[in-house]
């Protein structure tokens, strides 16, 4: 009975992810990037409603490899002397084995089980390796699993919403849209919204331009006063050629 692997790890191991979800075809971001170890079955982000109170584990992509999150899975199982590396702040390691072959080996350290080149004190490449490693010696995981009652999804971990992706990314938390077609709010009433405001007179290279809201109305000098001011001068003509 030992030499067993406990389910959620079997279905870690064997369970497909990244590909598209057969009960969410058609809604966007249904790739399969999460591992339900209760279910022992792969899940995506639109499937978490059923599984909300399930031990939920993110898989990541890199180099084209699943990995999970040392953090996450130290939580699970003893990952000592596997090795990790480093994607976006956060150290992952290799779900399966990633054989390398070598015809000649050098100094160093390498995989137990899949000769890959690993930098030291590492032995293991990836979790796999570890666990066949250690199924093959000592035929028992116990001593290596860890109890773990509750495992939610990290906090980084988007979950995406029924809007379109413009309003996703471009809608900020708890913003206001001020619609400036309905009336604004006053103690004092809307008469107080026809308070006269003096205009900003500003400075432009070929007059004045009146800036600012004002509540008299300009009368046609007014208007045909600024326009003489800020119109320019005729456009030159060049001295005919001798």
């Not at 072959?101 to 390796?129: A, I, M, W």
């Not at 509750?150 to 619609?179: A, C, H, K, W, Y």
């Amino acid at each position: 009975m030992g030499i067993q692997k406990p389910a959620w790890l079997e279905a870690l191991y064997n369970q497909k992810f990244f590909v598209g979800c057969s009960f969410h075809e058609t809604s966007k971001k249904n790739e399969k990037n999460i591992c339900c170890l209760d279910c022992c079955i792969s899940i995506c982000p639109h499937c978490l409603s059923s599984h909300r109170f399930h031990r939920l584990l993110q898989v990541r992509r890199y180099v084209y490899h699943d990995v999970v999150r040392l953090e996450d899975l130290q939580k699970l199982i003893d990952c000592s002397n596997v090795q990790p590396y480093t994607i976006n702040s956060a150290k992952v390691v290799f779900i399966k084995k990633r054989p390398q072959n070598r015809q000649f080996k050098g100094s160093g350290n390498f995989c137990t089980s899949c000769d890959r080149s690993l930098q030291e004190p590492y032995v293991h490449c990836s979790l796999g390796c570890k666990v066949d490693f250690v199924l093959k010696h000592k035929r028992d995981l116990t001593s290596y699993l860890r109890p773990c009652n509750s495992l939610p999804l990290s906090m980084d971990f988007l979950i995406p919403q029924d809007v379109g992706d413009d309003e996703m990314t471009n809608e900020t938390p708890r913003s206001t849209i001020v619609d400036y077609d309905e009336p604004m709010s006053s103690s004092s009433g809307s008469e107080n919204m026809s308070i006269a405001q003096p205009p900003i007179v500003r400075k432009k290279r070929s007059g004045l331009c009146l800036c600012g809201r004002s509540s008299r109305k300009i009368s046609s000098e007014d208007i045909a006063t600024s326009i003489s001011i800020s119109r320019r001068k005729g456009i030159p003509h060049r001295s005919p050629l001798c």
